[in-house]
């Protein structure tokens, strides 16, 4: 079965520094790997979309890297600021989407 | 962007009765939504795929006797939980794509926080 991983169940860092997150996959890569924040309670809102023949895609603060080499897709937040605090997941495919477990992010002042 | 609304957004209700949900996508049309489970502390899991004028598509282990989907208009699908257990107990969301084929964002309603007693 294909697999999504996101082996840090937590990250806790200071306000203002760069946050990275990884998401492993497991088998053939998968088309599209898309990137989607989620708070308590709350539904998934999406955040970024990277193809397989991209290596690296922006959005403002968010990057998003793909390296079909090592099966793994890393997410950074940039400057970031404690209202960037959320579970972000990583998630396989297009529009039936898999899911990893998510990494809570807390950002401290 | 485009709004996905859920309806209720928590229910309780007494083990074997049924338990409806709704997902409206409020401004744009969606011929296909899709169902989620979420577990406490876990992954959101596909449970269905919803097919407008058409039957759903589950996946493996998704009882379709036990979760009926109702998709019968453009923006409204339904997910029934019958004869309801305290292991359905979950969070379900549900999902709807929107945009140009090709640049479709899955836009994902707020959830519904399903109790059983």
């Known amino acids: 079965s294909q697999k999504i991983e996101q082996n840090s169940e937590a990250l806790n860092i200071q306000e203002g520094k760069t946050a990275t997150l990884t998401c492993n996959y497991t088998?053939?890569?998968?088309?599209?790997l898309q990137w989607y924040r989620q708070d308590p309670g709350r539904g998934p809102v999406f955040l970024l979309l990277?193809?397989?023949?991209?290596k690296e895609k922006r959005k403002e603060r968010l990057k998003v890297t793909f390296d079909t080499t090592l099966k793994q897709s890393l997410f950074h937040i940039t400057a970031s600021q404690p209202a960037d605090s959320a579970t972000y997941l990583c998630?396989?495919?297009?529009?039936?989407?898999?899911f990893g477990t998510g990494t809570r992010l807390l950002v401290s002042p | 962007g485009a709004v996905v609304s859920q309806h209720p957004s928590w229910v309780i209700c007494k083990s074997g009765t049924s338990v409806k949900i709704e997902c409206r996508s409020l401004d744009f049309q969606a011929t296909t939504m899709f169902w989620y489970r979420q577990f406490p502390k876990q992954s959101l899991m596909l449970m269905a795929t919803?097919?407008?004028?058409?039957?759903?598509?589950?996946e493996q282990g998704v009882e379709k006797d036990k979760f009926l989907i109702n998709h019968a208009s453009l923006t409204l699908s339904t997910l029934t939980v019958t004869s309801a257990h305290p292991e359905d107990s979950s969070f379900y969301i549900c999902?709807?794509?929107?945009?140009?084929?090709?640049?479709?964002?899955?836009?994902f309603g707020p959830g519904t926080r399903l109790t059983v007693l």
């Open positions: 999902s709807a794509p929107s945009g140009t084929s090709g640049t479709d964002t899955q836009y």
């Open positions: 990277i193809r397989e023949n991209e």
């Open positions: 998630a396989r495919g297009f529009q039936k989407l898999v």
């Open positions: 919803s097919n407008e004028g058409s039957k759903a598509t589950y």
């Open positions: 088998n053939y890569s998968p088309a599209y």
